[in-house]
């Protein structure tokens, strides 16, 4: 199979699994793009996540899961193998509020990988990363089975 089929097959798979964890569902999370080490994640405004009714302001949490399934899915488009990977540490900056009735991007890059742990980052934002809501860094475990990083 060549290179670029490969990845693609690759990227198929991971689009599958990410999109197909239960809380990303029940959130609503849509993955918009992957390629090797990044990906990039949408999180709808929908009122069942605000965490302050008086201003309509999406809840902390919502941005932090959509930051952590954005990293993690970046972790999977880095490993030559598909194998079990857990969030050790995600380490997230709120810089502002989301603002209401807008759509929250994330888009993550795994920039490292050891035999045992990856690290991520990613940002959070509306259209603009440049206007960001929250960074995040990020580990993760990986497998210890031989072989499953990518260089």
Known sequence: MA???DQRLRLKLVRGFSANVPHNKALGVEILD?????ALFRLPYDEKLVGNPDTGVL???AITALLDGASGAAVFASLVD???IAT???RIDYLRPAEVGLAVHARATCYKM???VAF???VAYHEDPDDPIAHSVGTFMISTKLGNVKS
């Open 114 to 116: 050891t035999k045992n």
């Open 59 to 61: 809840h902390g949490g």
């Open 120 to 122: 991520t980052r990613a």
């Open 3 to 5: 290179a670029d089929e």
């Open 34 to 38: 992957m390629k090797p080490h990044e």
């Open 88 to 90: 050790l540490d995600l």
């Open 82 to 84: 598909f194998v079990p």
